[in-house]
């Protein structure tokens, strides 16, 4: 990718490497290396390179790229080869409308993890002023921090088990203006002061299976913290702890939420329903598949307990 020689992928090099020449170059590049969104992967890059937005590659299609563009792409082009992950070589991530800053400390934020907002939300509509809400394993903190955004008068925790994880969701909050606590803990372990007292518990717990590890994409597999990822030997090892620990935790009527992997609602939806939660649903996401599973804690009719 340098004038008149070959650059360091094998690929004809001659003339000038305009915007266009570039995106187009990159393009075929990362689909024959089987990238499922080629083009918006060398676009999003190269926006990094150039502090541009992907309409301005349209309108500065013919500009040639000063050679140390050039060189600061090509880098972050043979890193996306090894696989690491478009949003950490960007170091942001875009959330249920805002950027979230994101390195190997956390896990990428998914699209379909914005529905695990959305069902908290929909959930507590009755205590949109006053809710109390925790939202467990944390990670970059963009949970936590939609749902301050969205309510700001709820008082939110984010927790995690992870010190490093933590210190990127206080960057988050900061850069966002965000009021959440922050809290290490593993699960509900150092929370013990909030007993009886959730109105809302989210999590996005680690749940892929330890058989299931290699097969997982490289960029996944690879690049993203295992600790956020392994769910021993089914990956339900989570939601078992959450279905016997949050009830306890929960305010009377005060819901449970979680995202779940790919077939793993039913079995999750069953846990919570042994465990005595009531009203439990499952939410599918946008490409038709069951992911966000919830329920609630049974309210004790007056005159129901003592005899």
């Not at 690491?84 to 956390?106: I, M, N, Q, T």
């Not at 984010?158 to 922050?182: F, H, K, P, T, Y």
Request: charge should be neutral; aromatic fraction near 6%; glycine fraction near 10%.
């Amino acid at each position: 990718m340098s004038a008149g020689a070959e650059d360091a992928s094998g690929a004809a090099a001659g003339g000038t490497w305009t915007v266009r020449r570039v995106v187009a170059w990159a393009t075929d590049d990362f689909r024959r290396r089987g990238s499922a969104s080629p083009r918006l992967e060398c676009e999003l890059l190269l926006c990094q390179v150039l502090g541009c937005d992907r309409v301005k590659l349209v309108i500065d299609a013919d500009r040639p790229l000063e050679p140390g563009e050039l060189a600061a792409y090509r880098a972050l082009h043979q890193r996306r080869r090894r696989g690491e992950p478009v949003a950490y070589l960007r170091g942001e991530r875009e959330f249920y409308g805002h950027r979230f800053v994101v390195d190997r400390r956390v896990l990428v934020p998914r699209p379909e993890t914005e529905l695990l907002v959305e069902v908290g939300l929909r959930r507590t509509q009755a205590l949109s002023l006053s809710a109390r809400v925790l939202d467990l394993c944390t990670g970059s903190g963009c949970v936590a921090i939609a749902l301050k955004k969205q309510r700001p008068t709820t008082l939110v925790v984010g927790s995690d088990v992870s010190r490093d994880a933590l210190a990127v969701a206080r960057l988050n909050a900061e850069r966002l203006g965000a009021l959440v606590g922050w809290l290490e803990s593993d699960l509900f372990a150092a929370l013990a002061r909030c007993r009886g007292k959730l109105d809302l518990v989210t999590a996005n717990p680690p749940y892929i299976a330890e058989r299931d590890v290699a097969g997982l994409p490289v960029d996944v597999r690879d690049f993203e913290p295992r600790l956020a990822l392994v769910a021993g030997p089914d990956g339900l090892a989570f939601y078992r702890r959450l279905a016997a620990e949050a009830p306890a935790m929960l305010a009377p009527a005060g819901v449970l939420s979680v995202e779940v992997g790919a077939g793993q609602a039913g079995a999750v939806a069953e846990l919570f329903a042994v465990a005595g939660l009531v009203e439990v649903a499952i939410d599918k996401d946008y490409a038709g598949i069951e992911r966000v599973v919830s329920a609630r804690l049974a309210t004790v009719e007056p005159g129901a307990a003592g005899g």
